[in-house]
């Protein structure tokens, strides 16, 4: 059921962060810059897009980062405080995905031992921001791997659902 709620609210949060993402080119005056940058497989990669969302009532963060070729990463995790949240095998795991556009898509749902974790370090739903590191390794249907690692994300709104 979690695993259903979890692809439930992904998908949600997709449409909105889609439907109603921002031109990542307009700057709120006096707003703080936002930025993420991850190494995966050893190549750094930058995003365009950066979105994040809270609901209160499942008590749920989704953080998305992407571009316009949908090459995308998506954390998800339960709780809303500045600590390390892991990504395991339990009900109530830190959820990490990557896409590349394709319907292939990679995922820590697909390990058998999930690795890895993420740091967040500023979660502020007052000004809507949250900031962290992260590193996990996902895998895909098929069994290949990726590993993301040395991520950090800065300042990244937070639209609260």
Not at 17 to 25: F, P, Q
Not at 89 to 105: F, R
Request: charged share 20%.
């Amino acid at each position: 059921m979690r695993r259903i709620l979890f692809f439930v609210f992904i998908s949600v949060t997709a449409i909105l962060a889609t439907g109603c993402g921002k031109d990542d080119k307009t700057e709120v005056p006096g707003a703080p810059a936002s930025s993420f940058s991850v190494q995966i497989d050893g190549t750094e990669w930058k995003p365009g897009i950066l979105f994040a969302s809270y609901s209160a009532t499942q008590d749920i963060v989704m953080i998305r980062a992407s571009e316009v070729s949908l090459k995308a990463i998506t954390i998800t995790f339960y709780g809303h405080t500045a600590k390390i949240y892991p990504v395991d095998d339990s009900n109530t795991s830190t959820e990490c995905g990557y896409t590349l556009g394709t319907p292939n898509s990679y995922s820590t749902v697909f390990l058998d031992e999930p690795e890895g974790w993420v740091n967040i370090s500023e979660l502020d739903l007052t000004n809507c921001l949250v900031s962290g590191t992260f590193s996990f390794v996902v895998k895909d249907n098929e069994g290949n791997s990726v590993t993301l690692s040395e991520g950090k994300f800065t300042n990244v709104p937070v639209q609260k659902l």
